[in-house]
């Protein structure tokens, strides 16, 4: 059974910055994606970023130039270095990873970004 472990979530005020950690194990497949999504109250899970084992990276249009994902997929890591934080970035921060036969979650990290 995957298992994904998230870290680096906390308060931050408004223009700074902050790092997720993930990291997988217990998949018997390699994962093919790896990245991170998150959920503000009252509103639907949305894709963050991701990254592919082939290195190509997808962010979404409200954190182009302020969020980078990196990682390593062969080592079942993934990163979120988030810059220039919004309030509007406050939510719980999911990683996700997926193989050809699996599509699996963290627990999740929140982050709140308030002065």
């Known amino acids: 059974q995957v298992q994904l472990v998230e870290s680096g979530g906390g308060l931050v005020q408004p223009g700074g910055s902050l790092r997720l950690s993930c990291a997988g194990s217990g998949s018997i497949f390699g994962f093919i ?10 509103k639907q899970r949305e894709l963050v970023a991701n990254i592919r084992s082939g290195g190509g990276t997808n ?3 409200s954190v182009k130039g302020r969020f980078t994902i990196s990682g390593d997929l ?9 810059n220039s934080l919004k309030p509007e970035d406050t939510a719980v921060y999911y990683c996700n990873a997926k193989t050809l036969v699996s599509d699996s979650w963290g627990q999740g990290t929140q982050v709140t970004v308030s002065s």
């Open 33 to 42: 994606v790896m990245g991170w999504y998150r959920q503000a109250p009252g």
């Open 59 to 61: 962010y979404a249009d």
């Open 74 to 82: 062969a080592k079942n890591t993934v990163y979120l270095q988030m």
